[in-house]
């Protein structure tokens, strides 16, 4: 079974980095609950246009991506490290991330999931703003994602979804939704029996 596991705010904390170079910028409040896409809408004080300048430093600044802190715990990535070392799934890693200065995504990418797994592991890392079609075309069976632009293109293309619960990506009611890459896996591993009680339904 081939599996796609989201990068940001499923593996790294992408919206912990934003939210911190907006406090560090504009003063703006750290204790913050991402409810929509845009960040202007949730953090209170923040403009469009500021949230454009907090945009604009993170894509000038050296190799952004490596120094994302962990959203996973560390119990997960020794999880994942198993999972792809037992060769149970063969595990894809997508990602939309766009250029920033430094290397190539892709190779930040890699690095900072190679350092957080651990062991002599190169992760397969795709970077892409069609994943619906490159996980159909790589005959992907069950996808981890929580972007709702996301989610919506992968199920077009006939593609499982798996949701990382986050408050942007409640409207998603009928999907199995999961907080961390344990629960991740153990959907995974009970899929046959999960969609069996969605047909019943």
């Given at each position: 079974?081939?599996?796609m596991?989201?990068?940001?705010?499923?593996?790294?904390?992408?919206?912990?980095?934003?939210?911190d170079?907006s406090?560090?910028?504009?003063?703006t409040p750290?204790d913050?609950?991402?409810?929509e896409?845009?960040?202007?809408?949730?953090?209170?004080g923040?403009t469009?246009?500021?949230?454009?300048e907090?945009?604009n430093?993170?894509?000038?600044?050296e190799n952004?991506?490596?120094?994302?802190?962990?959203?996973?715990?560390?119990?997960?990535?020794s999880?994942?490290?198993e999972?792809?070392?037992?060769?149970r799934?063969?595990?894809?890693f997508v990602?939309?991330?766009?250029?920033v200065?430094?290397?190539?995504?892709?190779e930040?990418?890699?690095?900072?999931?190679?350092?957080?797994?651990g062991g002599s592991?190169?992760?397969?890392?795709?970077?892409?703003?069609?994943?619906?079609?490159?996980?159909?075309?790589?005959?992907?069976?069950?996808?981890?994602?929580d972007?709702?632009?996301?989610?919506?293109?992968?199920?077009?293309h006939?593609v499982?979804?798996?949701?990382?619960?986050?408050?942007?990506?409640?409207?998603?009611?009928?999907?199995?939704?999961?907080?961390?890459l344990?629960e991740?896996?153990?959907?995974?591993?009970?899929?046959?029996?999960?969609?069996?009680?969605?047909?019943?339904?």
């Amino acid at each position: 079974m081939k599996i796609m596991i989201d990068v940001d705010d499923v593996l790294a904390d992408f919206n912990g980095a934003f939210i911190d170079l907006s406090h560090e910028l504009f003063g703006t409040p750290k204790d913050v609950e991402i409810t929509e896409w845009d960040f202007y809408r949730c953090i209170p004080g923040l403009t469009r246009e500021m949230e454009q300048e907090v945009w604009n430093i993170i894509k000038n600044r050296e190799n952004f991506y490596e120094t994302l802190k962990p959203f996973a715990r560390e119990e997960d990535f020794s999880l994942l490290r198993e999972v792809i070392l037992s060769k149970r799934y063969e595990i894809f890693f997508v990602t939309s991330r766009f250029p920033v200065r430094g290397r190539s995504v892709e190779e930040q990418t890699c690095r900072w999931i190679k350092r957080h797994i651990g062991g002599s592991i190169s992760p397969l890392v795709y970077v892409t703003s069609k994943k619906g079609a490159l996980c159909e075309k790589m005959n992907i069976s069950i996808a981890l994602d929580d972007a709702p632009h996301h989610i919506d293109n992968l199920i077009c293309h006939g593609v499982s979804v798996v949701v990382m619960d986050w408050p942007h990506n409640r409207q998603f009611v009928d999907l199995p939704r999961v907080k961390n890459l344990k629960e991740f896996f153990h959907v995974v591993e009970n899929w046959d029996i999960i969609c069996q009680n969605q047909t019943v339904e």
